[in-house]
């Protein structure tokens, strides 16, 4: 499960929360085993975008990076760090 929100002092317009939501949910889901939980809290403050990452009950691990309206990129990029912070443990599977 993955709860995702919106930390902003004004709301991200919906076509980009759209992006950036779809990017969280989409890295857990390809990189992370269905039953963990995790909160993703979004910051937009122009021209940066931060990410805070918690995975259950660990300390925050941030993302910061210029905002993009690329699709791919910000996949790849949050895939990138969800991949470097919590890489599968290949003996658990």
């Known amino acids: 499960m993955v709860v995702v929100t919106d930390a902003s002092h004004t709301p991200i317009p919906p076509a980009r929360w759209v ?3 779809a990017a969280v949910v ?3 889901a390809l990189l992370r085993p269905p039953d963990e939980s995790w909160n993703v809290t979004i910051v937009e403050t122009d021209p940066m975008l931060r990410f805070d990452f918690v995975r259950g009950v ?3 691990r941030t993302l910061m990076m210029e905002i993009t309206l690329d699709d791919d990129e910000l996949l790849m990029d949050v ?3 969800v991949w ?3 890489p599968i443990d290949e003996s658990a599977l």
Do not use: G, I, Q, S
């Open 26 to 28: 989409d890295a857990v």
């Open 19 to 21: 992006l950036y939501e």
């Open 84 to 86: 470097t912070y919590w």
């Open 58 to 60: 660990e300390a925050p």
């Open 79 to 81: 895939c990138k760090f």
